[in-house]
């Protein structure tokens, strides 16, 4: 429901500097897909890496915050003002944006 892109140029990579999105879901050679549940919302991640012909190295997130069946719930059942609940799955993705754009990988 809420979700975004972000890429980041790396001369080198670690699986260790990313530990922090959740639990590793899918692995191949250049994906990692992560998923993270809170109490409102699921966090997909997927990251990847990506080679230009120039030899510079690219690392790109692809993230969503889905509200669950938690949130759906009370969402519909304290309609109207039960949605302001998927408020909280907009924050993390802020606030999530704002962490990768801060942190060094």
Do not use: A
């Not at 897909?33 to 790109?60: A, L, M, P």
């Not at 509200?67 to 907009?90: A, H, T």
């Amino acid at each position: 429901m809420f979700t975004g892109f972000f890429s980041k140029e790396v001369s080198d990579f670690n699986i260790d500097k990313i530990n922090f999105l959740g639990v590793l879901n899918s692995k191949t050679s250049s994906k990692f897909i992560f998923k993270k549940s809170d109490t409102f919302y699921t966090q997909h991640t997927e990251v990847s890496f990506f080679k230009k012909s120039d030899g510079r190295q690219y690392i790109n997130f692809t993230y969503s915050f889905n509200p669950n069946f938690f949130s759906w719930l009370l969402g519909i059942c304290f309609f109207p003002l039960g949605f302001l609940i998927f408020i909280i799955s907009q924050k993390e993705k802020n606030d999530f944006e704002f962490f990768l754009t801060t942190v060094e990988i």
